[in-house]
């Protein structure tokens, strides 16, 4: 079983904000509970790339605001992103208005990652962006004066939002975004927080040229996204109960939390904060009448990146669930729909693909155990590989999970965390 409380490293959508933003803002910064992820650390190498000053000190992240003053050159400053599709996103949205020459790349995985539908709606400002042949990095751009642009959001991502009103904070006149159902929306709260001429009504945005004012200290709360695994695992493991604390609560993030309740789990929410966001503890415990739920489009954005480890709550779970208009989950770190299918699968685990009026459909039905695989891959995403092994936990078998080692872009103690919650039953 799995028993304990837990403290999750600091939420990755908000502590890579916090650090690129920085380079629109004024000020220093002092970043507490930072994310430790290979992910943020390539956000943090961007910055630094562009002339930021970063600190590290008593697991603290220290940054002088570079007032959009990015070090010049004529040649084209080449950022690594790494893995991280936050990372080059937001820069193309933050570096299109700036005074300088960029160059943006990564991995393998990011490499193959579509990039023109964050290009296509800057060039509407005016900017000087160039992806690949095919529509993938790298990136190069030229920065240039931006004017003031209208878009409306044709997929739901709160990466294309944020990247398209960083332009919006360098052009001139007032820009507007429409979006077309509620995501993450990280951004537009730390926009409103530090100054920014900003504004959102429902699903409309409004944004004007600004520097931004950076607060002195900000604290990170825990990664939702993160939890969502000890969480989700507890519900299924008999006799387990796992509380998560000091948890990002920000009601746009924890969809996982609803699909739990609808699955009849056992989950209780005590809020501890509310700054910079709602925050507080989260317990599940095992609840084992778990039965099957219907997930509609307009809730996918809510628990975007928790639907692979629901996907393994689900095959446990009495009746046949769907989630409906997934398809985003394509272009993720690999393709975690044909990913879930194939690995869940090898473990007998009853995974339908289908279309419908909602696009790509994940249809998932309930047996009572899994299977031993004789091999799995995680097709090096980090979310897939952590799924998978909570689902070796559940047949308390040994496996190899292929590119493993990749837990680290977004939570490198996952190991340790599990291992500690782990109370084994001789
Ligand atoms: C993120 C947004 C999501 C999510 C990703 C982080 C963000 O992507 O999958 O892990 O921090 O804005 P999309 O909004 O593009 O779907």
Known sequence: MLNGDIFLPGDKSISHRIVLFSVLGKGDIEIDNFSPGEDCGSSVKAIEALGADVRREDGKLFISGLSKKIRASDEPVVIDCGNSGTTIRLLMGILCGLNGMFELTGDKYLCRRPMERIAEPLRLFGADIVTQENGVAPIFINGSKLKAADYTLPIASAQLKSA??????????????????????????????????????????????????????????????????????????????????????????????????????????????????????????????????????????????????????????????????????????????????????????KIKLTQDEFGDSLVITGIDSLNMPAELDSFGDHRMAMTLRLALLLVDEECDIDEEECVKISFPQFHEILEQLIIREN
């Open 164 to 349: 398209f009103l960083l332009a919006g904070l360098s052009a001139e006149g007032v820009s507007t975004l429409e979006e077309p159902v509620l995501c993450r929306d990280h951004t537009e709260k730390m926009l409103e927080s530090f100054g920014a001429k900003f504004s959102k009504v429902g699903t409309r945005m409004t944004v004007e040229a600004s520097e931004l004012e950076l607060p002195s200290k900000f604290y990170v709360p825990g990664d939702p996204s993160s939890a969502a695994f000890f969480l989700i695992a507890a519900a299924v493991v008999s006799g387990s109960c796992v509380t998560a604390k000091n948890v990002l609560l920000n009601p746009t993030r924890i969809g996982f939390v609803d699909v739990l309740k609808k699955m009849n789990a056992d989950v209780t929410i005590v809020e501890t904060g509310d700054v910079p966001e709602p925050m507080g503890d989260i317990t599940v415990k095992y609840s084992p009448n778990l039965t099957s739920v219907e997930v509609f489009p307009e809730n996918i954005p809510g628990m975007v990146d928790e639907i692979p480890i629901l996907s393994l709550i689900a095959a446990l779970a009495k009746g046949t669930s769907v989630f409906h208009g997934v398809q985003e989950l394509r272009v993720k770190e690999t393709d975690r729909l044909e990913a879930i299918k194939s690995e869940l699968g090898k473990m007998g685990a």
